[in-house]
């Protein structure tokens, strides 16, 4: 007994139907970013944190900074926030 989904399946594995079109992980990660306004939040999230994340970085690096807000804020809040992007992505 055969379904649509088994036909010409030459490989093996679950084949979605004609229909449903086949998209690869990267597909579906940018699908589900641009499919509502949420996502494109946690995408702006994510950008605004690593880019922050790498100015601090530079900024530690180069000692300008001696103040232990700034690291906290750079080491520990903005993952958090890089994070919290990530999560909300999919929603």
Known sequence: MTSQTDENN??????????IPARGLWENCLYGMWRTPLGLVGLAMITISVVLMMVGLAIDMLG?????????FCYMVLPMFMVLGLLIIPL
Request: charged share 5%; aromatic share 10%.
């Open 64 to 72: 300008l900074v001696q103040n232990a807000y700034f690291a906290a």
């Open 10 to 19: 030459n490989n093996g594995g679950i084949v979605p139907p004609p229909d």
